[in-house]
């Protein structure tokens, strides 16, 4: 069942998802080399804190840490520990806050000091991309349509967009209905209405779509050791564009690249 949220389960949601936005950009302007991800977990946990929210992934099957942080060919549900970050490596960073009772959701892929181009036309291309999946998240076009916009345009810069791992319906829980999958499914595919929330989270490899996980039981890797980046709002679907509550700024759509 896909819950539609109210005005006033909004007037409770948005301030959700500001939270979420706000916190994501403190950590990735705490991002530099030398800073340990355990330090970055704790720095999340501060900023969460101090706005009165509680993470919303610290528990969820028992995931051990405030928020995700994926290094380098690491996908997503990456672990905090004593590793440190250095030059040149890029790190996804997954916020996910519950306040008011909502959960706002949001990711994005940032450079440590500074990057490859090859890295930084992977960021992006899959940030570009999960544009292209907003434009589409309007009343009368179906799930579906925001999956095809997705992997399209991932696809015709060379990339590959991961399988296993799908967007989802966010609100009241972290994961709601529908499944907003990166690629194209055979599937019939939900229409979209006004007072849908959701959550689009393209994830790309550089290489080969194929993933694993890891024996600590969480961070999915690319099968191939390629860079992997991930970018993610919390999106309402109006009747007409599109508002993106994990947006800092009520910024319009990017323009097409
Ligand atoms: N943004 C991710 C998701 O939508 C975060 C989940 S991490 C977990 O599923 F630890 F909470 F599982
Ligand atoms: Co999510």
Redesign the pocket.
Known sequence: MIILKTERDLEAMRPACAVAAAVLSEVAAFIRPGVSLKQVDEFAADQIRKRGSKSAFLGYRKYPCHICISVNDQVVHGLAGPKELKFGDIVSL?V?VIHNGFIG?N?RTVAVGGCSLDAQRLMDVTEQSLYEGIAQAVPGNRVVDISRAVQTYVENHGFSVVREFV??G?GRT??EEPQVPNFVEGKSSPRLRPGMTI?I?PMVNAGQCGVKILNDGWTVVTQDGSLSAHF?HTVLITESEPEILTCLEKTPLRLKA
């Open positions: 997954d996910g959701d990711a967007g989802h966010v972290m994961h959550a989270e993610e």
